[in-house]
């Protein structure tokens, strides 16, 4: 398998930009609907987009 060809196709099928979202607690990183941390249960989040 080639990895920058699947780097690419991945790149080109995903829309708008990337969001990061990073438990301000503990520094979990949550999935994209994350609204509380999994780890620590803290619901403050900082998000982060990277266009
Ligand atoms: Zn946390």
């Given at each position: ?18 969001v990061i979202q ?30």
């Open positions: 398998m080639n990895i920058a060809g699947t780097l690419r196709q991945w790149l080109s099928k995903r829309s708008g930009p990337l990073e438990c301000r607690n503990c520094g979990t990183t949550l999935s994209d609907d994350g609204v509380e941390c999994p780890n620590c249960g803290s619901t403050s989040v900082a998000r982060y987009e990277v266009p």
